[in-house]
């Protein structure tokens, strides 16, 4: 059973004159992939993350695995061809994690019955073997059964769609999980704070543990800038004064009880006031509802909902809800930021900046990747590392992560327990009971989460605070953040006795993430 000892895994650190062959910055979804891609290769590969996996965009998704049906309006047939063969990928690699979702777009005109069956005719084709099923319209009747709770006024029925759907975290755990399997180091709360160069060229990079505090410089062949939003704060470290890369955009979600629409179909909205398209989409339990697109001018680690986004958000899920969902019914809203490439000169807003990956290699060797989405985040992988294969002149190796299962990969799992997000851990996670029989409690009577998940997560998935716990490895601040803030006591302790910390440390964890998480709250 893979224990992440941080400890341990520090310790390949302090030699000085060890060297890497590739060190990744930044540990959301395409620096775990990248760094995956380049263990499994068998270069020598270090992931070093400044906060926790997938603390930034990476864990504030819609939750799709996807083509992506606005980037098939948009014309961008190779975009939505190379997504859907990596969802296949995704759904046979990570079957714990990703399902098979339908998708109804009701039909309030006459017209857009054909129009939408025929469009998603096409994605359908495109995703070619590897398709979720066919699309189809549905009657009236057949719409309203399906998505109770639609407005029924002037509809004249709907077309279904399949897509995939996933917990975007959790894969990100499980991805680091993969990485130490397959011999990388991998270190979350470690942050590069300098390049290091020798003749212009970077040769290394110093990293500090924000846990103790300690400075290490680690010699390396190629550095990989994975770092989503960030980007652009290494890139300046290389180059100073050079020009954004980056223009982040916002996207928020809010969740609320799954009683507005009690379905197991997700609806989809074609057209929002902006053009845009809306989801709500079941999730755990609850209902997922977004997202928005707004050019934000700067990045950070905990973007904040706008009042501006939550009032689109509401009127146009009001317009197809029956009993639309009012600011005291959302459960938590968050909101991520997009790494979109900087817009060139006169170019329109957020919805038409690329969402194609890019890879720059700077003249000191520093690669880049930006851009891309979580479905097609082992695409980007794979492209970076055969690009700092050549960049940093190492002995080529082929990619492997195609047919690489990631871990817990389970398929056929009854996805009425709780547990079934551990795929083959279940059976490990639930032997910890028979050592600690408290740890069989629940966490909270308004969620199914138990205390021997904050022990596994301490010990199997490199959790260090009650934000890790409750955010990433639980849902419980993305599911419901009130409840979250409630359990914040219990968690801190469970994770105190595991990392033998003090009183003190227990009560700083519960205020901190009780601050953080009235951010999650509507109105706060």
Known sequence: MLIANREKLIQSLTNPKKEWDIVVVGGGATGLGTALDAASRGYKTLLLEQADFAKGTSSRSTKLVH??????????????????????????????LVKNESFIIPNYKWWTGAFYTIGLTIYDLLAGKLSFGRSKHISKKE????????????????????????????????LAQTCLEQGATVLNYFKVTDLVKENENIIGVIAQDIETGTVYQIKC??????????VDDLLQK????????????????????????????????????????????????????????????????????????????????????????????VLSIFAGLRPLAAPQEGSGGTKEISRRHKILVSA?????????????????AQDTVDQAIETAKLKPQACLTQNLPIHGNKSNLDRTDHL???????????????????????????????????VWAVRHEMARTVEDVLARRLRALFLDAKTAI???????????????????????????????????????
């Not at 609806?267 to 999730?283: H, N």
């Not at 059976?427 to 989460?449: F, G, Q, R, S």
């Open 67 to 96: 083509g992506g049906v606005r980037y098939l309006a948009q014309g961008d047939m190779g975009l939505v061809r190379e997504a859907l063969y990596e969802r296949g990928l995704l759904i046979k690699n990570a079957a714990h």
């Open 143 to 174: 719409t309203i059964s399906r998505l109770p709770g639609i407005v029924q006024k002037n509809l004249y029925g709907g077309v279904v769609y399949h897509d995939g759907q996933f917990d975007d975290s959790r894969l990100a755990i499980n």
């Open 221 to 230: 062949k190629a550095v990989i800038n994975a770092t989503g939003v960030f």
């Open 238 to 329: 290389d180059e100073p004064h050079k020009k954004p890369l980056v223009r982040p955009s916002q996207g928020i979600h809010i969740v609320v009880d799954r009683s507005f629409m009690p379905g197991d179909d997700a609806l989809m909205i074609p057209k929002t006031d902006d053009g845009r398209v809306l989801f709500a989409v079941p999730w755990h339990g609850k209902l997922l509802i977004g997202t928005t697109d707004t050019p934000i001018n700067e990045h950070s680690l905990e973007p904040r909902a706008l009042d501006e986004e939550i009032g689109f958000v509401m009127r146009n899920v009001g317009k197809y809800l029956a009993k639309a969902p009012e600011r005291k019914d």
């Open 364 to 380: 000191s060797g520093l690669i880049t990747i930006t851009g891309g989405k979580w479905t097609t985040y082992r695409r980007m």
């Open 420 to 454: 079934y997000v551990y795929g083959t851990d279940r059976e490990e996670l639930l032997k910890l009971i028979k050592e600690n029989p408290a740890w069989a409690e629940k966490l909270h009577p308004n969620m199914e989460y138990t205390q021997a998940e904050v």
């Open 486 to 524: 409630e359990m914040a006591p219990v968690v801190a302790k469970l994770i105190a006795e595991q990392l033998k910390k003090d009183k003190d440390w227990e009560n700083r964890q519960v205020v901190e993430f009780t601050q953080l998480a009235k951010g999650y709250l509507i109105g706060s």
